[in-house]
């Protein structure tokens, strides 16, 4: 007895087939492909290309990567987020910095505009008009992380992948290409944005730990986004920089080797005048 097996379709056969159908009415499409919206963001969808920009390759990311692979992929999407403002990354449906893992918990506030205009202040946690400080977007093989300066003046992306490491782009600028950088970063104000980065190697007290940077003592990676300048400090040998936290204090910022030197009221072991 001849047992016949049916002969699967080739990858261009599935693919010829499925364009051969006849496309669905434009109302299933549209609520397909927008289903993820919320009708709270709908206006701000309509009102900003950016954030339809942010939404679309969010809840389409396989098909981007398909065309784009996945450095240009990355280097795109990078380069939309440096022009983006919180309610757009809210809109498409990032983390933010109430909850990282979901979208905006509290759309009919955090979708309506600050009624005072920009919000100075460094930390805002939703919700409330105009949207948290820093939004949140995981990838397979890693996460993004968006955070914007006091104001919304300037904005910082946090690329991590597992084979790269973390990349850091400011205002649209990578820096600290050549160092190894945590995978989280800090805006001191409207102006100063602050990464750890692996401290000396020949550090008396350098050892090495699992976490995100694996060196006990750190360097701090500073950034004025103003004068688009930035710095390396490294701590020097007798210097114990396990934490290290910059505080801006009127014309100087003060650096402590970790934070709870500084609700001791211990003297910062460096003082850095501004220009």
Not at 5 to 17: G, T
Not at 87 to 94: I, L, T, V
Not at 247 to 268: C, F, H, N, W
Request: with cysteine; net charge negative; hydrophobic share 35%.
């Amino acid at each position: 007895m001849v047992t016949w097996r049916r002969r699967e379709d080739s990858r261009d056969e599935r693919i010829v087939r499925a364009l051969q159908q006849p496309p669905e009415p434009i109302d299933v499409r549209g609520a397909r492909r927008w289903r993820w919206a919320d009708e709270h963001w709908r206006a701000q969808l309509r009102g900003s290309a950016t954030a339809l920009e942010l939404f679309t390759r969010r809840n389409e990311s396989d098909e981007y990567r398909h065309l784009l692979g996945a450095d240009a992929y990355r280097d795109q999407l990078v380069e939309v987020l440096s022009r983006a403002q919180p309610r757009d990354c809210a809109a498409a449906g990032f983390g933010c910095t109430r909850r990282i893992d979901r979208a905006c918990r509290g759309p009919e506030i955090c979708s309506q505009d600050r009624a005072a205009g920009p919000d100075d202040r460094v930390h805002r946690e939703g919700p409330l008009p105009g949207a948290c400080d820093s939004f949140h977007l995981d990838l397979p093989e890693g996460h993004v992380r968006i955070g914007f300066s006091a104001g919304d003046r300037h904005r910082a992306v946090l690329w991590w992948e597992s084979s790269l490491g973390t990349m850091l782009w400011i205002d649209g600028t990578r820096i600290g290409r050549d160092l190894t950088l945590d995978t989280s970063g800090r805006w001191l104000d409207d102006r100063f944005h602050l990464t750890h980065a692996a401290g000396p190697e020949d550090h008396p007290a350098q050892a090495y730990e699992p976490g995100s940077l694996s060196s006990r003592i750190r360097s701090v990676l500073l950034h004025d986004a103003d004068r688009s300048s930035t710095r390396l400090l490294s701590p020097s040998p007798d210097e114990l920089w396990t934490d290290p936290w910059i505080v801006r204090d009127g014309e100087s910022l003060l650096v402590y080797p970790k934070p709870e030197d500084i609700e001791a009221g211990t003297r910062p072991t460096r003082v850095l005048p501004l220009d």
